[in-house]
């Protein structure tokens, strides 16, 4: 069952052009901007960078604009048609394309040169105090002002199949580094992760004359994990010794031994690590003394029948306190812990999940975030009085806002779109007046001929809410029956159905002009929706979404000018796993399928992700053997487009190659593709031809073109 609670907006255009979907990978479509727009830190001036290359600071209490940096005083230094920069202090700019910094006194501009490593090497973006982490193919250095920017390896611990300095547990439970910088640049935190215990998994190179193999540590769900550590660079001492000095923090297993979210305390005599246990259903934020490395105590612990995902570290507030963000109540919301881990008081409360997080002003008054409020498919500014509780709205458009703060939280920069807006750029003050209008963005397809995009609810039969975009065709006749093609992820983590412009992506769009009815859903499973909405798909992946999906089809059978024979299937990597599991138990509803990087059999997935959702093997063998899709790839009776990138490190090839060879048994047709050279997905400008190939597929089976 479903009915239409509310049509929430539109956006159509008259014009006449097909999307050029090469020239979409050339810029012909990029939404206006303002290089270089940032806050100066410390201060309530922004920066940006003019036509001209030069850099200009305003105020945004008094809207006074000075020139910072002319373009001929960075010439001088060697930064020519500068277009982004980073702050490094309030008169310390980092220029990333030249690896330069360049500092503005009273005495004149002075530049430096940090590094001479290759251009090519990846610079870690934490330049606070003015280390500098880099890594290249030897290893992970620090290069510090107190030794004259000389890099030193952060850790010599090192051997076959161990790095350190990394991102570790696949970047799972917002791990997207591996070090982290003290808050006064006296220390520096980093991973140290050993895969020897990981079973080698094999990738196949043909662009050798003889196929060669690199081998990738790969821990698939019930098999061995790698063992991580936390050790702590000790800055000075390196620099003195001219060697890195290190210790490690005395971690235990029975702890859990995933280790995420660490933090510092602001007076650097304490480290703080969020524990997970294998299981993900229980986890201890921890306290060790920075110095020994010992453990202090266990401040808090979670424990959730389904999983518990520490994704963000704590805040320091003053008067030993600190801020702490958990889904106890069914929501992600912030929580006043002291330190020695009781509860002070909830700080935000509601049906919605904190998206984003941005601190708190000088006096501690109020706490900044983004959430969707009352509509999933929008995101806020807000703030919340902490003594109060009471939540303030900063600007009432619908749509979605991303803000960037000043130090004092006075003011902040609104990036902000909806379905009719590109984009947006504003100056608000913390009372959510809008001071200044900095950019707005022509709508870059202005001279396309568009369809109309509405988003909107619809209600599966357990009464959840499940929000949809419908795309039409431009210029629709209503009398008339369309090919629909559905585009589907589903998976955790995940949310494609917003309240911003070109939502759906600029393929989607150009299928539209094509002459079909583009449909996605986000079903259960999906983010900013709530813990029970989001973890109800634990131990049976597929299933519930499977529901949900199949909800929007019965809506899209509702609608007059939907041609309910010819609905056909598009999805990549989780969604091409929720592709092949509608196509095979729903076989008779679906006219074409077509997918990317499925997985198609959840054993050889990935620990961290995989057991999070399935538990084990051996702990869920029915969940698994429900979701296997090998064993259920005879019930295809639609035409079937498969692809996969045989370098693929996510959802390995096998994956893919065991379909085809179960396919071959059974006696089922498939179109295979393999992307010889590309990981799991196909990126850049070759991207059209994976789009195109999807178009002649769909045009061949849904069109009969």
């Not at 930064?79 to 980073?86: D, E, M």
């Not at 941005?358 to 902490?386: I, S």
């Not at 089809?553 to 509608?582: C, H, N, Q």
Request: hydrophobic share 35%.
């Amino acid at each position: 069952m479903f009915f239409i609670l509310c049509l929430s907006m539109s956006l159509s255009f008259a014009q006449n052009e097909t999307i050029d979907l090469e020239g979409y990978f050339q810029g012909k479509y990029l939404t206006d901007r303002i290089n270089g727009l940032s806050w100066q830190p410390g201060t309530d001036n922004y920066a940006y960078i003019d036509d001209d290359f030069n850099i200009k600071l305003v105020n945004a209490k008094t809207g006074k604009e000075t020139l910072y940096l002319s373009s001929d005083k960075l010439a001088e230094e060697n930064v020519k048609k500068a277009r982004s920069f980073q702050w490094v202090d309030a008169n310390t700019l980092y220029f990333p394309r030249n690896h330069r910094l360049i500092t503005v006194g009273k005495g004149g501009i002075s530049s430096y040169t940090f590094s001479d490593v290759d251009m090519d090497d990846v610079i870690d973006q934490s330049i606070k105090h003015k280390l500098f982490i880099i890594k290249n193919d030897q290893g992970v250095f620090v290069e510090s002002v107190q030794n004259g920017y000389k890099p030193i390896l952060i850790c010599p611990d090192t051997g076959k199949n161990i790095t350190f300095g990394e991102s570790v547990h696949r970047s799972e439970w917002g791990i997207n580094e591996g070090q982290y910088i003290s808050p006064n640049g006296n220390y520096i935190a980093f991973y140290r992760m050993d895969e020897s215990m990981v079973e080698d998994y094999p990738l196949v190179n043909t662009g050798t004359p003889i196929a060669t193999v690199e081998y990738i540590k790969y821990p698939m769900a019930g098999r061995n994990s790698h063992v991580v550590t936390l050790g702590i660079y000790d800055v000075a001492k390196s620099c003195v010794q001219g060697k890195a000095v290190y210790h490690y923090i005395q971690t235990d297993k029975a702890d859990g031994e995933f280790l995420t979210n660490v933090t510092f305390s602001p007076d650097e005599k304490y480290i703080f690590i969020t524990h997970l246990n294998r299981a993900q259903n229980h986890s201890k934020l921890i306290k060790y003394d920075l110095a020994t490395g010992k453990k202090v105590k266990v401040l808090i612990e979670e424990q959730d029948s389904r999983y518990v995902e520490p994704l963000q570290g704590i805040f320091f507030l003053k008067n030993d306190r600190f801020l702490y963000t958990n889904d106890r109540d069914g929501w992600r919301h912030l929580y006043i812990y002291d330190m020695n881990g009781n509860l002070i008081k909830k700080v935000t409360e509601g049906r919605y999940d904190i998206v984003d997080f941005f601190g708190l002003d000088a006096k501690e008054e109020y706490v900044y975030f983004t959430a969707p409020l009352e509509k999933p498919v929008n995101q806020y500014v807000c703030k919340v009085n902490l003594k109060t509780g009471v939540l303030t709205r900063l600007g009432a458009a619908d749509g979605v806002h991303y803000p960037i703060f000043s130090d004092s939280k006075n003011y902040f920069i609104d990036y902000f779109t909806n379905v009719t807006t590109p984009r947006v750029i504003s100056l608000v003050n913390n009372q959510g007046k809008t001071m200044k209008v900095l950019k707005t963005s022509k709508n870059p397809y202005a001279d396309c001929a568009m369809g109309e995009t509405q988003i909107f609810p619809i209600v599966n039969k357990h009464g959840d809410s499940l929000w949809c975009r419908l795309i039409t065709p431009p210029n629709m006749d209503k009398n008339k029956k369309y090919p629909v093609l559905i585009y589907v992820y589903g998976g955790p983590h995940s949310q494609l159905v917003t309240n911003s412009f070109i939502s759906g992506g600029v393929f989607l769009e150009y299928m539209a002009q094509q002459g079909y009815i583009i449909f996605t859903l986000d079903n259960r499973g999906t983010s900013c929706r709530g813990a029970e909405f989001e973890k109800c798909i634990h131990r049976q992946l597929g299933k519930l979404e499977m529901e949900d999906q199949m909800c929007g089809v019965e809506y899209l059978k509702s609608l007059p000018y939907v041609d309910a024979t010819r609905i056909g299937l598009d999805g990549w990597s989780f969604g091409g796993f929720m592709t092949l599991s509608l196509i095979t138990e729903h076989p008779e509803t679906f006219k074409a399928a077509s997918c990317g990087g499925p997985v198609v059999n959840w054993e050889w997935y990935e620990v961290m992700y995989g057991e999070r959702y399935m538990d084990t093997p051996e702990e869920n063998p029915e969940g698994y053997a429900a979701a296997n899709i090998i064993s259920k790839i005879k019930n295809v009776k639609c035409p079937l487009l498969v692809m996969h990138g045989c370098q693929d490190h996510t959802v390995v090839w096998q994956h893919t190659l065991e379909l085809m060879r179960q396919a071959v048994t059974d006696g089922i047709e498939i179109e295979y593709f393999p992307y010889t050279a590309y990981d799991h997905n196909v990126i850049g400008p070759e991207r059209v031809h994976l789009w195109h190939k999807i178009e002649r597929f769909h045009n061949q089976n849904l069109k009969g073109e």
